[in-house]
């Protein structure tokens, strides 16, 4: 019982401190720049149709998973194509990328500027061949047509432009305007929850600086005025705000929506309330994972990062399997694996095309065909691009050349 109840309040800690804090601060930025610019930012993001497979990219490719995050939101609308999604996704960098960055910069420069191309020329071609969710579906159709007697319906239609053929579920509770609901007791409270979470999202932001920039160190479970206590307090907190704004703050705060981008907004607390909104609601999958992905762990004693280490010539492949795994945990301890010498540059390579970090949490939510189609998409290039790199130069030669090895 004790390791269980650990592990919950480690979840609450980790997930808030660890990747809330950060993907508030990308989120309100694209928010601000939305709002700065009456939405001029995604109005040309969605005329340049032939810029928005690099731009996904770029913004995968940002430390953490915020800026993959933002993408999500955009597909879900049509205003980008399923091939900026798949780029996207498999330019992230997650969470681990600030552990190789810390102690490996110069094969994380390597590793991320590979991962890059490779999604960036896996999105052009899922775009211009037109691999698209709609395309899968009429696969589907003609392998097993739909019947007569209730059998299933599927969209049998590939519109002209496959790489736009967004046709899934609507957003979780998108309104028109306005929360759910007002009242005398939870509209307050929600505001101010709303406040105190922003409270929460700087310190945490503090907090999980220090932390990556002193190397990952282990921190205890406690309470008190040092970092440790000040971690662990404000990371609970901000995860239990987290949970509350999620699942009754949002119909009394803001448009009561989730997993859906803005035009625009109409102030900066608008922008601020959206924010949180989206960054809560990302915060409930990073958590659900963490608790599944420890819990299991626990139960089996596996150990993804240690099997991936042990699989010799097929590391690569066990390097791109750990990335088909959703959330940023299994991936960081890939990453410190590697950083301590266990793992060739190969296998870090297709575990940083094959990732998806917590950006697919979004995805997963509101339309889980998209989501695993774009990462089988991304698992491919991942295993061919890592066993071709073992290939071509092996997974000892280099190992002394910066410290951990870049080949």
Not at 285 to 292: G, N, Q, S, T
């Amino acid at each position: 019982m004790n390791d269980v109840l650990a592990i919950l309040l480690e979840s609450l800690r980790d997930g808030y401190v660890q990747v809330s804090a950060f993907v508030a601060v990308t989120v309100l930025a694209f928010g601000l720049i939305q709002y700065r610019t009456n939405g001029a930012v995604l109005a040309a993001l969605e005329e340049n149709e032939k810029l928005q497979v690099p731009f996904g990219g770029l913004l995968g490719l940002t430390p953490g998973c915020g800026g993959a995050i933002v993408v999500m939101p955009l597909y879900v609308r049509g205003s980008v194509s399923f091939g900026t999604v798949v780029a996207t996704l498999g330019a992230t960098a997650g969470d681990s990328a600030f552990v190789i960055l810390a102690l490996a910069p110069e094969a994380a420069v390597y590793a991320y500027a590979i991962a890059f191309a490779a999604s960036v020329v896996t999105g052009y071609l899922v775009d211009s061949v037109g691999l698209g969710v709609s395309r899968v579906d009429a696969a589907v159709a003609k392998l097993s047509p739909a019947t007569p007697d209730g059998g299933t319906v599927v969209d049998g239609g590939v519109r002209p432009n496959p790489a736009h053929d967004y046709a899934g579920p609507a957003p979780t509770h998108a309104h028109e305007t306005g929360p759910d609901r007002h009242s005398r007791v939870l509209t307050p409270l929600s505001h101010l929850a709303h406040v105190l979470w922003w409270l929460a999202a700087v310190a945490g932001l503090v907090l999980g600086t220090l932390y990556l920039l002193w190397g990952g160190p282990e921190v205890p479970i406690t309470a008190g005025a040092d970092f440790a206590g000040l971690f662990t307090v404000v990371g609970i907190v901000g995860a239990l705000l987290s949970l509350y704004l999620y699942l009754v703050g949002r119909h009394y705060v803001g448009e009561g929506e989730v997993a859906r981008a803005r035009d625009s907004f109409s102030s900066v607390y608008d922008t601020l309330t959206h924010a949180a909104m989206e960054t809560s609601f990302v915060t409930v999958w990073v958590l659900v994972a963490f608790l599944v992905y420890e819990y299991f762990v626990l139960v089996s004693g596996a150990n993804v990062a240690t099997l991936a280490a042990a699989a010799g010539v097929l590391a690569p492949i066990g390097g791109a399997a750990v990335g088909l795994i959703p959330g940023c945990g299994p991936q960081i301890l890939l990453a410190s694996v590697y950083a301590d010498g266990g793992l060739p540059f190969s296998a870090l390579t297709a575990n940083a095309i094959a990732q998806d970090g917590d950006a697919l949490f979004p995805l997963l939510a509101v339309d889980a065909k998209a989501a695993v189609v774009a990462t089988i998409y991304n698992f491919l290039p991942a295993v061919v691009v890592g066993v071709a790199l073992n290939l071509l130069w092996g997974p000892v030669f280099g190992m002394a050349e910066f410290g951990f090895g870049v080949l």
